[in-house]
């Protein structure tokens, strides 16, 4: 087994992964960046290493250092967490050849499963089903017409090498192709440098449904059961689930899924935690969509359900272990949902809000987990993806892990900058939401019908402004208060009166 | 006491009194149901208040932001702002498209484009200076057709929540 793993991480999930090595008796080194020097992964790392200036080209993302950093601290693996160089080949290649263990699959695996028309490609050559559509980029106008009148519209220009909805279109008739081929090309050129785009047959209110496997590197292969990962926003995964409303109601489906899944990661020679990606349409049937070669951020649904810890079994097989476990003996108990925590502003545009955390409430209690890299007093830095933190519960059914975390969500209280907890309480009463109706439309439809707003109390509006106008007499009568609305005085000021008692 | 208030945007009368360790209020609002009574308000930590009213049970959160007072209770959040009646007739933003408007960061961030110069005309809408923040990148338009009479951003600058950007005139 490992003795020291570099974490080339931050934020959230390098938290997770540095409890797992604690637990592992593993020391862990965490690496920082200018803006987190005070950030929750350093404080919690047995080492530290400074890797530059905040920007994450300047710091995450440069190899170089990070390989000084291991060499430095004479680490014997690496755990690249998700996102950075996760799912970076030429980082995988880079350990390889420092002959320090990549906890994660062959760099070869990654470059191929990298290239979505290359994974696509192979889903098609061993029978998995896929979305119709092209297996190589289209450029000739003509060529596209083809294709789509094949397929039939509404069609989907997508991104050879794209992600995160750039380079996407939708097509509805012939009149649109030819605009929106440019438009797409140009926008995957301006993104990615590449302006490959496929096409690909529009599913309507689709699901994404992915598939949880883990393999070692003795040709043992399981997986672990589906996630739902409908909720999204600007193709931002928000909420998840596992299992599926939709696959738990289905007899054979799970299986089903499960089985393409793994077939696609064995042809692959994958090794290590894996997530295949479906969509699936409103009858059930499901499209092989992409591999995502790394931890996936809501891995702790698949936790909560299978009992397993992921990132230790990760660190097992990176580390040669052999994986004791056939599928008959992954079971699933109960229900788990996560919602995303996001430093952003729900009744605003869901514009970022970065800036001082003033105060942190955590929820607690039965079935609770928090996944979360912040604290009280510390400042969320602007350079980075907005997301403070994961919550997550289990019930033993849906109806009880809704109950539960509109519980918790309510127990959670962050002051100083704004979060979207609100914006979940208001998804859990959807009547849709808990009929299990969902689609990755589900948001924009929920946020356009003009997500209610609870009905107003008289009593709460009454309460709300006593209570304010009971807390500013106090407050000013306290000689401490610097009279000002600013926060951080605030926060500083209830520092300084909690720390003379 | 008398306080003129408003609760998320709707404004308020508080009237509000303490007696024997409970305070008796009454709140009427400009347009909705008046209420009042006595309610039992106990600081239980700095800004978290144990309230109980006619035998409910209710945990309020209160903090001062920069647009108010934000209250939470049961993990509903309300921005109450308590009006000053001296300041009133001070100017605030959102007077038509008359006069001097100001281009202000909605957010911390940092400039990354400035897509306009001092003295440039522009229509109401147009895009005219980009902030980033958290890997996303938000385009500040114009409130207003007009001149760029003055433009204080620059590219790669930081900038702070409600920094002044540009001036349309």
């Known amino acids: 087994m490992f003795r020291k793993v570099l974490v080339a991480n931050r934020g959230e999930i390098a938290v997770r992964i540095m409890r797992a090595l604690r637990e592992m008796d593993i020391r862990s080194v965490a690496v920082y960046s200018d803006a987190d020097r005070a950030s929750l992964h350093v404080r919690m790392a047995d080492e530290a290493f400074h890797l530059g200036p905040a920007p994450s080209s300047e710091s995450y993302l440069r190899i170089d250092r990070i390989l000084e950093a291991v060499r430095k601290h004479g680490a014997d693996a690496i755990h690249p967490g998700y996102g950075f160089l996760s799912e ?36 098609i050559a061993i029978g998995a089903p896929v979305v119709p559509g092209t ?37 509805d008739s012939e009149s649109e192709l030819e605009g929106a081929l440019r438009d797409a090309a140009s926008e995957a050129e301006r993104a990615f440098a590449n302006s490959a785009v496929y096409i690909e047959k529009l599913v309507e209110r689709p699901r994404h449904i992915e598939i949880q496997v883990l393999g070692d590197r003795h040709g043992n292969m399981v997986h672990l059961g589906e996630r739902e990962c409908s909720l999204q926003r600007r193709h931002q995964k928000v909420m998840e689930e596992s299992p599926s409303p939709l696959v738990s109601a289905r007899p054979g489906m799970r299986e089903a899924m499960g089985e393409a899944a793994l077939s696609i990661a064995r042809h692959a020679g994958y090794y290590n935690a894996g997530t295949v990606e479906f969509l699936v349409d409103e009858t059930g049937r499901f499209y092989f969509l992409e591999m995502n070669t790394r931890l996936q951020v809501e891995h702790p649904v698949t936790e909560l359900v299978t009992g397993y810890d992921l990132v230790q079994l990760q660190i097992r097989i990176a580390a040669g272990e052999e994986l004791r476990l056939t599928q008959k003996d992954i079971a699933w108990r109960g229900w788990a949902i996560e919602c995303r925590i996001y430093a952003e502003d729900p009744h605003n545009g869901f514009l970022p809000s970065p800036g001082m955390l003033a105060d942190v409430e955590r929820p607690t209690g039965p079935g609770v987990r928090l996944d979360s890299g912040v604290y009280a007093g510390w400042e969320v830095p602007m350079e980075y993806d907005p997301l403070l933190a994961k919550l997550a519960v289990w019930g033993e059914t849906r109806e009880a892990a809704i109950a539960r975390m509109k519980r918790v969500l309510g127990e959670y209280y962050v002051s100083g900058i704004t979060t979207n907890i609100s914006f979940f309480r208001q998804i859990l009463d959807d009547p849709q939401f808990c009929a299990g109706h969902l689609h990755t439309g589900f948001i924009d439809e929920f946020l356009r019908s003009g997500a209610p707003d609870p009905p107003r109390s008289p009593d709460y509006d009454a309460m709300a402004a006593l209570v304010t106008a009971v807390f500013s007499k106090q407050e000013t009568q306290r000689p401490v208060d610097a009279g000002t609305f600013s926060i951080r005085s605030r926060w500083l000021a209830e520092g300084r009166v909690r720390g003379m008692r | 006491m008398k306080l003129q208030v408003s609760v998320d945007d709707r404004p308020a009368e508080l009237s ?50 920069p647009d108010g007072y934000y209250v939470d209770i049961g993990g509903r959040r309300s921005v109450v702002k308590v009006i000053d009646p001296r300041a009133l007739s001070s100017t605030g933003p959102g007077q038509g498209s008359q006069g001097r408007q100001t281009v202000t960061a909605p957010m911390p961030g940092k400039v990354v484009r400035v ?41 790669g600058a930081t900038v702070k929540l409600g920094e002044l950007l540009a001036v349309v005139e």
């Not at chain 2, 800004?47 to 932001?65: C, D, F, K, M, Q």
């Not at chain 2, 385009?139 to 001149?147: D, F």
């Open chain 1, 88 to 123: 970076n080949a030429e980082f995988a290649e880079a350990c390889e050849a420092e002959g320090i263990t990549f906890i994660g699959p062959s760099a070869a695996t990654i470059r191929q499963m990298g290239s979505k028309t290359a994974a696509r490609k192979m889903a």
């Open chain 1, 135 to 171: 297996e190589s980029a289209v450029s000739d106008p003509a060529e596209a017409r083809q294709i789509a009148r094949a397929v039939g519209y509404p069609v989907l220009l997508k991104a050879a090498a794209g992600g995160g909805g750039k380079g996407m279109r939708r097509v």
């Open chain 2, 16 to 65: 509000f009194e303490e007696a024997s360790a409970e305070w008796r209020f009454d709140y009427r609002p400009q347009d909705g149901l008046a209420r009042s009574g006595t309610a039992s308000l106990v600081r239980a930590e700095p800004g978290i208040y144990s309230v109980l009213i006619e035998g409910l049970a209710y945990e309020v959160r209160v903090v001062a932001g």
């Open chain 2, 115 to 155: 897509l306009i110069a001092e003295g440039d005309e522009v229509a109401a809408g147009a895009g005219l200076i980009v902030v980033e923040a958290m890997k996303m990148q938000n385009e500040l338009k114009s409130p207003k057709a007009g001149r760029i009479v003055q433009l204080k951003a620059q590219v």
